[in-house]
């Protein structure tokens, strides 16, 4: 049974930092591009960080220089560490896992993260 499992998320104070963890299990987690989605209400799913199977990373633009994605393949665990976190990050926070090659993809079930005072 295909599993992401995502934990991490919470309340927290603008400046400070979270780090959210997705854990996957069902999948040959090393061959799947790994993606973090966010999404607010009204508003599509926006595309926060990839990274690939070879470790090359990708970024919006409006977490450059903030947000750090990562994986672990010997643990199929991927994390999203997030610092100087921002009221505009307030998001429930998805993780997602593709393959290049045929287009397969999972999603975790999402979790919140609050950014506010």
């Known amino acids: 049974q295909v599993q992401l499992v995502e934990s991490g998320g919470g309340l927290v104070q603008p400046g400070g930092s979270l780090r959210l963890s997705c854990a996957a299990s069902g999948f040959t987690f090393s061959s799947y591009v790994i993606r973090w989605f966010r999404q607010t209400p009204g508003k599509e799913r926006e595309l926060v960080a990839a990274?690939?199977?070879?470790?090359?990373?990708n970024y919006a633009d409006s977490v450059k220089g903030r947000f750090t994605i990562s994986r672990d393949d010997n643990k199929n665990t991927m994390y999203l560490q997030m610092n100087n976190l921002k009221p505009e990050d307030t998001a429930v926070y998805y993780c997602?896992?593709?393959?290049?090659?045929?287009?397969?993809?999972?999603w975790g079930q999402g979790t919140q993260v609050t950014v506010s005072s």
């Open positions: 990274i690939t199977t070879y470790g090359s990373t």
């Open positions: 997602n896992a593709v393959r290049s090659n045929n287009g397969v993809y999972y």
